[in-house]
């Protein structure tokens, strides 16, 4: 490892987020022009479940102008991600030894991956049945017209449960990694897994069977992807001896 001063980490962290700020920035200045667009695509799985003739509100003033720009935001920040991971990995790559990078790497690309999977999962899937289940739910002589400001939040607040869920077999590896826990316990915690499944499926979701269901499925299915990772790492029982070597070398 490079040893340097606090000075000299605090100026490559300043430089570092400086990269991640402007490109950030840039990618924002390029979706500006289609934030309209994008939000109808946002807006799209409920658009498709509405009855014919229904339609989406705006209930604040200034909703139609900031919540296309939200979405804006939005996009800039997903498509910019690889670069501000790659500006962190940069950052901390110079103080990790030959194994840590060995293993960082892989968890850091596994789980943008799978944050944007836990994010197209929901998409796709969740969001046409529960809006389908939320419309034909709707009383008769009530028309459903949801504010664009609100349906905004709960896409994204979705988007977040979903994405972090899915990021379980990046933590379960690390756990493994770690030496924090066996294998054999990690495989004897399977039927509380299950459980804590639906619990947390019951908080981060809506008050809907369906929307449950389908987060506490990919919950259990990851959990088990996870345990298959662990396979291809082994615990972290000989970091010491590994870093003696990395040092020598």
Known sequence: MNAQPLVEHLKELRRRLMWVAAVLLLCLFAAVPFANRLYALVAKPLM???PPGAHMQAIDVIAPVFVPLKVALMA?????????LYQLWAFVAPALYRHEKRLVLPLLLSSVGLFFAGMAFCYFLVFPLVFKVFASATPEGVSMMTD???YLSFVLGMFVAFGMAFELPVLVVLLYRMGAVSLAALKTARPYVVVAAFVVAGIVTPPDVISQFLLAVPLIALYEAGLLMCRLFKPNADAAETTEADEAT
């Open 48 to 50: 498709a479940s509405l």
């Open 148 to 150: 664009i400001d609100r």
């Open 76 to 84: 800039a920040f997903l498509v910019s991600l690889p670069h501000t």
